[in-house]
């Protein structure tokens, strides 16, 4: 992922896609910021999906302040950022797709309450991070352990 990043860093300067360089540039800083944080100056290449995943949170919840505030400039910024971040990233589940596969997974730990709700979240966050919102996906398992 690193390596991928710089290239197309590289490729961005040469372009002259100013939006996209800046953009890659963040990414970057975001994940050597980590990297002076890890104990050994590195952190695994599973980790950087955290990274990049935290990064768009922070660009949505910016994005939503200026709709709110009226400021487009500032939001078409936002958005193009997401955009650029989001192709580095797995495929997003839908909502479908993910209540799908958190029932068969909820079937396949053996889970059968909300006592079992931190084997079934840590098992989806081995299985699928990075390709559905854990936040989300917290609630549909709460919802499909609590008892009707």
């Given at each position: 992922m690193r390596e991928q990043l710089r290239e197309d860093m590289k490729a961005a300067m040469k372009a002259k896609e100013t939006r996209r360089l800046s953009t890659i540039r963040l990414m970057l800083a975001a994940i050597q910021e980590r990297d002076n944080d890890a104990s050994n100056g590195k952190i695994p290449d599973e980790e950087i999906l955290p990274v990049l995943n935290k990064m768009v949170?922070?660009?949505k919840e910016s994005l939503e302040t200026y709709e709110k505030a009226g400021r487009d400039d500032l939001a078409t910024v936002e958005r193009e950022e997401i955009a650029i971040i989001e192709t580095y990233l797995p495929k997003q589940m839908s909502e479908a797709e993910a209540r799908t596969a958190?029932?068969?997974?909820?079937?396949e730990v053996g889970a059968t309450g909300p006592k079992d709700m931190g084997k079934v979240m840590g098992a989806l966050k081995a299985k699928f991070a990075g390709q559905m919102d854990m936040g989300k996906a917290n609630g549909v398992v709460k919802e499909l352990l609590t008892p009707k």
């Open positions: 949170r922070q660009r958190i029932a068969a997974l909820v079937k």
